[in-house]
């Protein structure tokens, strides 16, 4: 069973939001670092934003700076990524991933991938 499902993505038009989520089971989120990524087709896998577990820093692609947002709530054992003013080059699948040991941008970093939810931007 995968430990971790995202779900929110959609079909959005150039200009619009979408609000993914990021629930985890079998562990507790808020322990871990944590990290969404999105892979666009024929495109490699790259990170998108970051939260850390210790004090809640967060990092950003240059892309995603400025539109994106990622939180979590520990409650609902959930991370989120507020997406703002979307693009057609942020159409990708998105996924949420808990990072193991390395860098944050690196996807080899990471022990546990969700299964990816689909955002395309189109008009």
């Known amino acids: 069973q995968v430990p971790i499902v995202e779900s929110g993505g959609g079909l959005v038009q150039p200009g619009e939001s979408l609000r993914l989520s990021c629930v985890a089971s079998?562990?507790?989120?808020?322990?871990?670092?944590m990290a969404w990524f999105r892979q666009a087709p024929g495109k490699e896998r790259e990170g998108v934003a970051y939260i850390s577990a210790s004090d809640g820093t967060t990092l950003y692609s240059d892309s995603a700076k400025g539109r994106f947002t990622i939180s979590k709530d520990n409650a609902k054992n959930a991370m989120y990524l507020q997406m703002n003013n979307l693009k057609p080059e942020d159409t990708a699948v998105y996924y949420c991933g808990r990072l193991d040991r390395g860098p944050w941008e690196i996807p080899h970093s990471y022990d546990y991938w969700g299964q990816g939810t689909q955002v395309t931007v189109s008009s």
């Open positions: 079998g562990f507790i989120l808020d322990y871990y670092n």
